[in-house]
């Protein structure tokens, strides 16, 4: 049997423990554990990552000898719980915050009154990479932007919710927040049913739906199709699961054409006239005639067709100046200016390095500081104020004056720890969670669950995958 | 209702097929040489040399350095990264075709390619080939590939990605049975009135998965122009040229069946005289030079249908 309770020792909020003792929404789940021994907890856990092997959810590293090596994201098998009292306020945050960050999209690209009124600089907007002037004045579908959210939280030292960055692009990890999922039934089927989990699985109906409604042409069965760059990208497993469960082509750049500025796919029985593409690559990708000449993953002609609205493209194109980290700091305003509401979910306090005072602040206490660049994101060109080195703060003290406005600090906030099976031991570890939220003409709908990410290394509070992070499943309990 | 392929879906499935049926045939025929090999035999005059032959690359000095060599050759064949059609890359490719075909095969299949994958690339898969266990290994293998057409009839859909695969598979197995049975004949100048014994025609047979039918299926002696007709005409037996061409004939039907188009019927022209040229010849009046002509002349036919197919179908780029 595991010892829990003296190894726990939560600084900060923990999501299992409070100082009173095991929080009731983890009561019986920590009464199954205490009732297996390490060998049964290891083998569920080899339980899980056979699973993730076999099915294919892996990304490949590569040796010396060019030859790669098949790996699985980490899954920690203790569910990380949500009660449904907090779920309703993390629900109604991102509706509210989505409804709002979609209205300043629609008004940015057309008549910009958030920037003549004078709630957000110009500059700002101007400056930003991701602002997409081909598509200014462009009509889109039931004039919705972001058709798919993955807003990331964290939980501050008392529990509550923040809003760490809001993913408006192509937020990826949903198939893990299913799959997940899969594998929870599969070792702990009757702890899952005994805590009234919440279902997630409707995810890709619901999608599908939203993706259908986006069509162009009144035909009753449009073709919808999902677009990925190819076999080779790291969220390839991502793409095909979900085109395989929404029962919608995968195509590759290659594998479409634009014809008279219509799209159409390349088939064995000739072309095919495509309506939607849920697209899984970034903007500046999806045409070679407008934005880099030289990939090939996209398809040239592209934005023409998109721009004359014979095709929806979802997410809508130029959606990253609305989850540009210098733009994050006026989501509050825009929630008062398009709303007339309070923010429901807070934003971690931000700073900004084109204000010299908040500089000024910054660069005196960055070991108590992360630093981001603006227009960055997966973990990259983060500096941790308290792991850093001397050299490493000088780096970046050149780079931020060298171009402030690429640049945020955010003070350190400690994240919520949950326990996690690690080394055949329960440690604590930091976790995030990403709720996916989907807006269609219905308006929003948040699949009750999200992507709970583990920091795996001790002390770590950085999360992504691509820095040595791994999942957990999240249920909402009734 | 009518279902649209992508070309390069509809290629990925094309490719998938024929890998992973060349991978049965080559292990099939490993198997068979590498369990023969135990028996010390005085027919055996060529080793793995067939194999070697028609699978890998090796020169000629290579082959007859190594063709009696079976320590060299389980893992020259298995899991040689050199190899560019050893077992390990041919899963590579079938896999990597399965992966930009994933969302038309089914979740099953893709399981198993993808444990299968894993399995082969297992870093101590090389030791293991030079203990006792290789045999295991080879017999998990061949069981793996039957589970494989296993689960692929069971699991997937007819329509355009079947017909897709099993033309793939069928011209595959198709240029397998030619090449094995040149290299058997090759050796004897395609004499079909010589008297090679059965224990020399074992090693085709077994490698064909025919030796159970021809044994039930002929008498005794001469088997010379017996084993003719059984690898070539025999319609019953699954690796025959005529039953994998009547097999492909069927499913280009299918594929044809809604397609004008003028290369669509040029093409089904063409591979109804490669046909043809096998259905009409008299196996009971073959002569030598007759016989070598029929494999050279169907291989290269079906090599040069198997081009225009791609081009007509997989052109996508």
Redesign the interface.
Known sequence: MLELLSKLNPNGWDEMFSSKGVRSSYRQVLQTLQGLNQESLESKQKQASDFF????ITFTVYGD?N?G??RIFPFDIIPRIITQKDWIEVEEGIKQRLKALNLFLEDIYNEQHIVKEGIIPASLIASCPHYIQEVHGIKIPHDIHVHIAGIDLIRGAKGEFYVLEDNLRCPSGVSYMLENREITKRIFPKMLTSNNVSMVGNYPMILHNILVSLSPRGVSNPNVVLLTP??YNSA?YEH?FL??QMG?????G??LVVNNSKVY?????GL?QVDVIYRRLDDEYLDPLVFKPDSALGVPGLISSYKQGNVAIVNAVGNGVADDKAVYVYVPDMIKYYLNEEPILKNVPTYQMENIEERELVFANMENMVIKETNQSGGYGMIMGNKATEQEFKKAKIAILENPRNFIAQPIIQLSTVPCLIDGELKLRHVDLRPYALYGPNGVEIVPGGLTRVALKEGSLVVNSSQGGGSKDTWIVK | M?V???????DGMFWLSRYMERTDGMLLTLNTFYILSFDKEMNDSQGYKPLLEYYTDLTKEQINRSQYDTSYVLKYIICD?QNYNSVKNLVIKAR?NA??S??KIT?EL??HI??LY?FM?SPELPKKLETNDALNIITKLNKDLLLYNGILHVTMPRG?GWW?SSIGKHIERCLQTISLTQAYYKTINYNLDGDEDLLYWRRLLLSLSGYELYLKSYSNIPHNRKIVQQVIFNRDFAHSVTYTLEYIDKYLES?FK??NLSEARKLQNQFGRLKSYVEFTDYHHLTNQQLEELLTNTKAQLIQFSTDFSKL?FS??
């Open positions: 092997m076999n099915q294919g000898d030859q090596i098949e190819g076999i390839y095909t085109a395989r919608i082509p995968l195509v590759e290659r594998d796919m390349k088939t064995t029985s095919q | 009518k649209n392929m992508l070309s390069r879906v509809a990264n990597e992966r930009g994933q969302d979740k893709w399981e993808n444990s894993h690339n355009l897709f594929l809604d397609n179908f996508y780029t």
